[in-house]
T-cell receptor, first 110, second 114 residues
Framework: DAGVTQSPTHLIKTRGQQVTLRCSPKSGHDTVSWYQQALGQGPQFIFQYYEEEERQRGNFPDRFSGHQFPNYSSELNVNALLLGDSALYLC?????????FGPGTRLTVT | AQSVTQLGSHVSVSEGALVLLRCNYSSSVPPYLFWYVQYPNQGLQLLLKYTSAATLVKGINGFEAEFKKSETSFHLTKPSAHMSDAAEYFCAVSEAGGGNKLTFGTGTQLKVEL
């Protein structure tokens, strides 16, 4: 079992650009959540996808959007990047009882 | 609304000593509670979870936590620290099953000294 995988591992973007991060869930999981972890902070919930629909959303602006594909993999898109968007972005796939996290994508905005 | 408070952003213990990491939660419904560990440049690994069964929960690597409703606490303990336990630890709460939105604390960095 490959577990949760994310790509790319690291990414450097310029302010105002757009970025797409990708996540493949653990085998057998149909729900994917995204979290943002700023340096020195705990992860903050962005949103969750189930059956290709956004099911829950945290307090993030509309610049943050996502998608889930029929194979349950997911993308996180961030438009009009700000310096404050620099963070580790974590994807988690889940069953009812717990979430399994991927290694994350480190996004640096310059 | 749910929230988590972790007291002590940094905790230092000697190898072989007791580890105690504190977590208090706030939840409008019976909570699901979790402890995760994060090693440098890695994602989060689940240590243990409370899902309204036994109040004393045993996890991986010798860690355990006790759910105390009256104190709204879910402190993490380990009888004897090992150098490999040095990492950041996060407490998290969910109000609708562990597969739903997790609200995390700000984390506690554990340092283990010889």
């Amino acid at each position: 079992d490959a577990g949760v995988t994310q790509s790319p591992t690291h990414l450097i973007k310029t302010r105002g650009q757009q970025v797409t991060l990708r996540c493949s869930p653990k085998s057998g999981h149909d729900t994917v959540s995204w979290y943002q972890q700023a340096l020195g902070q705990g992860p903050q919930f962005i949103f969750q996808y189930y059956e290709e629909e956004e099911r829950q959303r945290g307090n993030f602006p509309d610049r943050f959007s996502g998608h889930q594909f029929p194979n349950y993999s997911s993308e996180l898109n961030v438009n009009a990047l700000l310096l404050g968007d620099s963070a580790l972005y974590l994807c988690a796939s889940s069953n009812y009882y717990e979430q399994y996290f991927g290694p994350g994508t480190r996004l640096t905005v310059t | 609304a749910q929230s988590v408070t972790q007291l002590g952003s940094h905790v230092s213990v000697s190898e072989g000593a007791l580890v105690l990491l504190r977590c208090n939660y706030s939840s409008s419904v019976p909570p699901y509670l979790f402890w995760y560990v994060q090693y440098p440049n890695q994602g989060l690994q689940l240590l243990l979870k409370y899902t309204s069964a036994a109040t004393l929960v045993k996890g991986i690597n010798g860690f355990e936590a006790e759910f105390k409703k009256s104190e709204t606490s879910f402190h993490l303990t380990k009888p004897s620290a090992h150098m490999s336990d040095a990492a950041e630890y996060f407490c998290a709460v969910s109000e609708a099953g562990g597969g739903n939105k997790l609200t995390f604390g700000t984390g506690t960095q554990l340092k283990v000294e010889l």
